[in-house]
């Protein structure tokens, strides 16, 4: 068994939300390949959990959404 690696791994090309259990700080992070397909999730989610929206993935760097 080797060490663990330290470099944080790059997210893939895509628009990013993280869904909480309600009153929780961490969460899981999800990924949709359209806007419509984030628009869906979000309302699927927003009924029993938290959902903050992270915004757009371009070759591992985020960019934000302003018009959701």
């Known amino acids: 068994m080797g060490r663990p690696s330290t470099k944080t791994k790059d997210l893939r090309d895509g628009?990013?939300?993280?869904?909480?259990?309600?009153?929780q700080r961490t969460g899981v992070k999800i990924r949709r390949d359209t806007k419509e397909q984030l628009l869906l999730a979000i309302e699927e989610y927003k009924e029993s959990k938290d959902v903050v929206i992270l915004g757009k993935s371009k070759n591992g760097k985020m960019i934000e959404i302003p018009d959701l």
């Open 15 to 23: 628009y990013y939300i993280e869904v909480r259990n309600k009153n």
